[in-house]
Nanobody, 127 residues
Framework: QVQLVESGGGLVQAGGSLRLSCAAS????????MGWFRQAPGKEREFVAS????????YYAVSVKGRFTTSRDNAKNTVYLQMNSLKSEDTAVYYC????????????????????WGQGTQVTVSS
């Protein structure tokens, strides 16, 4: 398994920005597509974004497209989520996750596609 640790969460005003980081260890990071999910209180965990192994391809949930950007630095074993124009409805615990399959060619979007998860980082957007 890949071990994942998120950081960068916090409290921000609506319209502001945050950048989340997710540091990976334990396996060859570049072998795994990565994803971001979030879970708000009382709601199910939902897909936010994913990125292919090389970083060439990304995919976003409709609710964040145009505001959030995911990227990765395989030399640093880190994936990022840049969040701009934040809204109160973005408030949630954010999780990064690694594809359960090494060497996958796409960018997974379903919870079941991911085999390793971080502990989550809280993002709170005040209106």
């Amino acid at each position: 398994q890949v071990q994942l640790v998120e950081s960068g969460g916090g409290l921000v005003q609506a319209g502001g920005s945050l950048r989340l980081s997710c540091a990976a260890s334990g396996r060859t990071f570049s072998n795994y597509a990565m994803g971001w999910f979030r879970q708000a209180p009382g709601k199910e965990r939902e897909f936010v974004a994913s990125i292919s192994r090389t970083g060439r391809n990304t995919y976003y949930a409709v609710s964040v497209k145009g505001r959030f950007t995911t990227s990765r630095d395989n030399a640093k074993n880190t994936v990022y989520l840049q969040m701009n124009s934040l809204k109160s409805e973005d408030t949630a615990v954010y999780y990064c996750a690694a594809d359960r399959r090494a060497g996958g060619m796409g960018y997974p979007t379903e919870i079941a596609d991911f085999g390793s998860w971080g502990q989550g980082t809280q993002v709170t957007v005040s209106s």
